[in-house]
């Protein structure tokens, strides 16, 4: 049943515990959104590893995406002009950090998405002189938000750090998706196959079709022809992978199927997030997957909606 729920802005927020770690995010006179709290850890962006409810993987990783702060750097929003979403990453010296490495294709990957799972975008600010990243704000909607930035420092590791931000407003929570097959982005379809358990590895593949017609000629989107993250319900934990193979490798097709190694650490509702290109303009399809429950097969025929009523979307 969806709740509506009225949000409000309130004071600074800030707080990253993970035993007796904790990461502190700031923000200095801000306007709506303002941080609600951050959690994050481990790096999500590399490591497929994405574990538990606030705890370790048996292998020893930590979430990704969880704490606002981890091995000394830290996520900080600041503020920034309505319509602009701007944030820094300050490192062990507390200082801006204002070297980077490209991965694909970025040296910084923003990700957010609702708590609800709604809303999902993936953007690429760019960087001031000064350390300050900026981009036209992808928080749509009233509502609570997870922000992750997904980046390594020069000379560091891979990162993805997290924080929650709230923009006021009417907020009618939507329900997770139902498992499914198949999903509809405008006149494509997209269709998925793939049974997901906890701890082993997972071969996740995506077929696309415009109009009944196999798709062939995916074009490159951050150096693959796909790219997907998967969120976990409840704390948002981050998977971030990356399909087999690369073009111009002389072995990876340009469609119309994309293929994944996944590594999903729990069992658990996860959402995933499959951007590709086609024409110039990146699509993104949306699916749920229930991790671990043999009951819970996706069926095929099934239609996953955005926030506004149309499957999936797409943007430049």
Known sequence: MNTATKL????????????????????????????AEGHQAGDGS?????PGHDTPDPGGHLPGGLLVSDRGYTLVPVAAPEGEFAFRVT???????????????????????????????????????DGTWRVASPLSSPGVWR???????TGGEALTLGVDLTVP???TEQPLPAPASSTRVHDYTVDFHGTPQPGGNTTLTFTVSRDGVPVR?????????????ALRQGDLAYLHVHPEGQPGDGRTAPGPQVRFGAE???????????????????????????????????SPGGLIADEHGTPGHEHN
């Open 8 to 35: 409000t802005g309130f004071a600074l927020g800030l707080v990253a515990v993970f035993g007796a770690a904790y990461g502190v995010g700031q923000l200095t006179d801000p306007p709506a959104p303002i941080v």
């Open 46 to 50: 590399h490591d497929t590893t994405a």
């Open 91 to 129: 490192g062990p010296d507390g200082k801006p950090v204002t070297r980077y490495e490209v991965n694909h294709d970025k040296p910084m990957h923003l990700i957010v998405a609702r708590r609800d799972l709604g809303g999902f975008q993936h953007v690429h600010p760019e960087m001031a002189a």
């Open 147 to 153: 922000a992750f930035a997904d980046f390594t420092p």
């Open 169 to 171: 407003g009417e907020l």
């Open 217 to 229: 000629n995916l074009e490159p989107y951050l150096g693959a022809f796909g790219h997907l993250v």
């Open 264 to 298: 999903f650490p729990t069992a658990g509702a996860y959402r995933l997030y499959l951007d590709f290109r086609h024409d110039g303009v990146v699509r993104t399809a949306e699916f749920t997957v229930h991790v671990g429950d043999p009951g819970a097969i996706p």
